[in-house]
């Protein structure tokens, strides 16, 4: 994996003499990039002053005069990309509701009824506490739930 920074990249430029891109960058540690391929300093120069993420290779270079022992690093510009840009939102598509069908909606509607004919069996007097009158009163549930018009229509037209 190739050693990336982020920064910004304040100037590119060509030394005439040998055709190498200066890319210069305000990163504390990796000051400049070179390249010598006119695709890669276009692209730095598209960057110029936004902050990106950018890739480059480093080999070791000739030793440096000034601390002996040492080598100075020759870093390579390979590519860039805005970290400033807005990344593209890809929308998130939800399932179009399709409308219950009418069995279905009986169904559910009926399962509704049985449990809240369950629930109010404590409150019956026990003579009446029998499968026939929880069946009665689930399926009376099940009607009231789905013949109820939604909140959209009119208030009058709710038969409650």
Known sequence: MMPSIEARITKV???AGTGWYRISTDDERVKRLDTKIEE????????IGSLAL???TEKQGNANPHQPGTFYMNRYYE???SLAEKQPQIPVVTETQRPTDPQTAWRIALSVGAKLAV???PLMPENQRTFEAQKRI???WAEWLTSTP???QEADDIPY
């Open 79 to 81: 590519q860039a990309g």
């Open 150 to 152: 939604s909140p959209s």
């Open 54 to 56: 950018i890739d480059f």
């Open 138 to 140: 689930a399926h009376a």
């Open 40 to 47: 890669k300093a276009n692209e730095a120069a598209r960057l």
């Open 119 to 121: 629930e109010t069996m």
């Open 13 to 15: 430029e060509q030394d």
